[in-house]
């Protein structure tokens, strides 16, 4: 079966930092494209970034570059992304997504506020 | 960055089919068509349709993907009230070198 469980969500103040994780199982990882997709309360999907099987083909939403970062782990089946200087406009739900939008997580929140 | 354009809702009878849109542009759904997605409350998204009508195991065929130009469709046949949910689209957009996503069609099964 396959499993996608994120982890490291919580509230954070703006300008903090925090790094999500996302164990996978259940399937080759590192055969696949690795994504963060994000959705705020109440709103639509927007794609934050992704990353290919070794970690050397990288792109990201505009309005993340500079701030965030995604890595790879093959070794230990995990993703990551790293968040900086976070605003009130990154609260979402993220949601670690692999392959062609094939594996979904449940999703972790991210909540910036002071 | 630029995303997709759907109808915000649609609201159809139990039995009768609903087709959804998904329009982008020649860089996105023009190029290597559109990904279909169905989230209902509270839970993540589900892939329907990976670009044109690649459906993965366990969807049901009465869900169907096409695409014309610029302009993706999701239809969805004997519509039943397990449908009622919210519909994305995505497609990788090449001149973004991005994924975009449409904002969503809430489809309400009468």
């Known amino acids: 079966e396959v499993q996608l469980v994120e982890s490291g969500g919580g509230l954070v103040q703006p300008g903090g930092s925090l790094r999500l994780s996302c164990a996978a199982s259940?399937?080759?990882?590192?055969?696949?494209?690795m994504n963060w997709v994000r959705q705020a309360p109440g709103k639509g999907l927007e794609w934050v970034a992704n990353i290919n099987q070794d970690g050397s083909d990288i792109y990201y939403v505009d309005s993340v570059k500079g701030r965030f970062t995604i890595s790879r782990d093959n070794a230990k089946n995990s993703v990551y992304l790293q968040m900086n200087s976070l605003r009130g406009e990154d609260t979402a739900i993220y949601y670690c997504m692999g392959a062609s939008f094939d594996y979904w997580g449940q999703g972790t929140l991210v909540t910036v506020s002071s | 960055q630029a995303g997709l354009t759907q109808p915000p809702s649609v609201s159809k009878g139990l039995r009768q089919t609903a087709t959804l849109t998904c329009t982008g542009d020649?860089?996105?759904?023009?190029?290597?068509?559109a990904t279909w997605l169905q989230q209902h409350q509270g839970h993540p998204p589900r892939l329907l349709s990976y670009?044109?009508?690649n459906r993965p195991s366990g969807i049901s065929e009465r869900f169907s993907a096409s695409r014309s130009g610029n302009t993706a469709s999701l239809t969805i046949t004997g519509l039943q009230p397990e449908d009622e949910a919210d519909y994305y689209c995505?497609?990788?957009?090449?001149?973004?070198?991005?994924?975009?996503f449409g904002g969503g069609t809430k489809l309400t099964v009468l």
């Open positions: 995505s497609a990788w957009d090449s001149s973004l070198s991005a994924w975009v």
């Open positions: 259940g399937f080759t990882f590192n055969n696949y494209w």
């Open positions: 670009r044109e009508n």
């Open positions: 020649s860089n996105s759904v023009g190029d290597q068509g």
